[in-house]
């Protein structure tokens, strides 16, 4: 079954520590996503990429950084950087054309003690 | 920049009865898409319904409809005949057609009372 996958669902981590959460599809969609999603708000876009190799700052990127080497993968890392860390983030992909949707996974819930 | 408002954080309804949910957005590019999503307990998306902005139609799916008027920049889902089932949050987003950044709203809690 074609999907995105997010791995782990939970995550626990020790501040000052970078941590890397993994998103994989195999819907051959083009761009994919990473938004944040902090206790009854909304999603927030961390970073985003259109095609391989290439990736876009959103609107909360400082503290964040990511790679897209392949066309299936968009890993995040969560730097030490980050100074509120803990958070539910969520990874997207969609296909091309504008009245495509975004397909989003299940979801990584990050605490860091 | 593109903005999407969301003015009801959270709404109470009771079951059968219909639900319009409120979202106006700002953007500057005349070619756009909005889209709306429900997000229950268990955290996932799931994709409801989506308006293009040369749409001459309100989009429709099933109970699922959306009042567009694209002067006043407002997109509101309407949900028809409530189900239990549709306690959740919502949330109205927009992509431009000259990238693939997609921006949400803050959302609204819908709870659906028996």
């Known amino acids: 079954d074609g999907g995105i996958t997010q791995s782990p669902k939970y995550l626990f981590r020790k501040e000052g520590q970078n941590v890397t959460l993994s998103c994989e599809q195999n819907?051959?969609?083009?761009?994919m996503y990473w938004y944040r999603q902090d206790p009854g708000q909304g999603l927030r876009l961390i970073y985003y990429?259109?095609?391989?190799?290439?990736?876009q700052k959103g609107d909360i990127a400082e503290g964040y950084s990511v790679s897209r080497e392949k066309k299936e993968s968009f890993p995040l890392t969560v730097t030490s950087a980050q100074k509120n860390p803990t958070a539910f983030y969520l990874c997207?992909?969609?296909?091309?054309?504008?009245?495509?949707?975004?397909?989003f996974g299940p979801g990584t819930r990050l605490t860091v003690l | 920049a593109q903005k999407i408002t969301q003015t009801q954080p959270g709404m109470f309804v009771q079951e059968k009865e219909a639900v319009t949910l409120d979202c106006t957005y700002d953007?500057?590019?005349?070619?756009?898409?909005l889209f709306w999503y429900k997000q229950p307990s268990s955290g996932e998306m799931i994709f409801l319904i989506y308006?293009?902005?040369?749409?001459?139609q309100n989009a429709t799916e099933g109970r699922y409809s959306l009042n567009f008027q694209k002067a006043r920049k407002s997109a509101n889902l309407v949900i028809s005949a409530s189900q239990l089932g549709d306690s959740a949050m919502y949330f109205c987003?927009?992509?431009?057609?000259?990238?693939?950044?997609?921006?949400f709203g803050k959302g609204t809690r819908l709870h659906i009372l028996p």
């Open positions: 987003a927009t992509r431009m057609n000259r990238d693939d950044k997609i921006i």
């Open positions: 819907l051959n969609h083009d761009a």
């Open positions: 990429s259109q095609i391989v190799n290439d990736f």
């Open positions: 997207a992909s969609m296909r091309e054309g504008l009245a495509n949707e975004q397909f």
């Open positions: 953007t500057s590019d005349p070619s756009y898409g």
């Open positions: 308006q293009g902005s040369y749409d001459q």
